[in-house]
């Protein structure tokens, strides 16, 4: 028709374009629960070989390989979900919100 379907994940190469994108907190969804759990503040996003990574304060918060992990940035582009199934077929889906560039170093 007149519409195309939007893409709803990006690239790999989109996906580069954040790597040392700092981010101000990021949460986990629980899908028992019905909840979002809350799994650091101040990190980044690191793309290291072929694995996308959250590093919040020194900790990885979440690791995906690049080919299978599925990231949209949200409507109102303040950050972005990242979705992976892991190898024991759970799925972890993660929001992540940018930082404003200020960075508190405490906790």
Known sequence: MFFKKKKNCMSI???RR??????KYV???????????KLGDGGAVNI????????????????APVSEVRVGELMDLSG????????????????AKYSDGAISLTK
């Open 13 to 15: 190469d989109q996906l």
């Open 18 to 23: 954040l790597d040392k994108k700092q981010l």
């Open 27 to 37: 949460t986990q969804r629980d899908y028992e629960k019905g909840a979002d759990v």
């Open 48 to 63: 290291s070989g072929n694995y996308f990574m959250i590093v919040c304060f020194g900790k990885t918060v979440f690791e």
């Open 80 to 95: 972005f979900t990242a979705t992976y199934t892991d190898e024991k077929g759970q799925r972890i889906s993660i929001i």
